[in-house]
């Protein structure tokens, strides 16, 4: 019987990476969108704008993290924001989310990181547990707040009122 293999991803990895990914968006209740997820996979290779680790069985892909790099003014410091892990339900419960978890520990400590950050939702008890388990702790001093920006046209309003009126 074979192991999993954890290893950092490059673009060669995407065709493998696409379906994990693409699994995780409908996780969390998003249509299924290969190109989409394909396409932005690809931007974030192709402009280092995070970093990828796939899990694998052989060679069948079992789970993929992604880290995104930050920073921490007070610490002055370098961050990372663990912003998205996902095992193919074929392979849960057998440790790859913890090898994931480990291999991204690791990276980040290469680096001279401070501190991982993940935010989960409040009903996915599954990943608490495992975040939990692996030494991770929930904040309990700050709150957390988004503000949603709308998709904006990214045409000037003066020409988009004149295409509308057709000149």
């Keep these: 019987m074979s192991t999993f293999t954890v290893r950092q991803a490059v673009l060669s990895d995407l065709?493998?990476?696409?379906?994990?990914f693409d699994g995780y968006r409908q996780f969390y209740g998003r249509d299924s969108?290969?190109?989409a997820a394909r396409d932005f996979l690809s931007a974030r290779f192709n402009h280092g704008e995070s970093v990828l680790?796939?899990?694998?069985k052989g060679l069948a892909?079992?789970?993929f993290v992604q880290l995104y790099p930050s920073f921490s003014s007070i610490s002055l410091a370098r961050t990372?924001?663990?912003?998205?892990?996902f095992v193919h339900e074929q392979w849960r419960k057998k440790g790859v989310g913890s090898l994931l978890i480990a291999a991204a520990v690791e990276f980040a400590r290469s680096l001279g990181a401070v501190r991982l950050s993940l935010s989960t939702a409040i009903?996915?008890?599954?990943?608490?547990s495992l975040y939990q388990s692996a030494g991770w702790k929930r904040d309990e001093q700050f709150f957390y707040y988004h503000f949603a920006i709308?998709?904006?046209s990214i045409i000037p309003p003066d020409l988009a009122h004149k295409a509308a009126q057709g000149r």
């Design 33 to 35: 969108n290969l190109g």
């Design 123 to 128: 009903t996915n008890q599954t990943a608490q």
């Design 61 to 63: 892909p079992a789970g």
């Design 150 to 152: 709308e998709a904006q």
């Design 53 to 56: 680790f796939i899990a694998q």
């Design 15 to 20: 065709e493998a990476l696409v379906p994990l």
């Design 80 to 85: 990372f924001i663990l912003n998205d892990i």
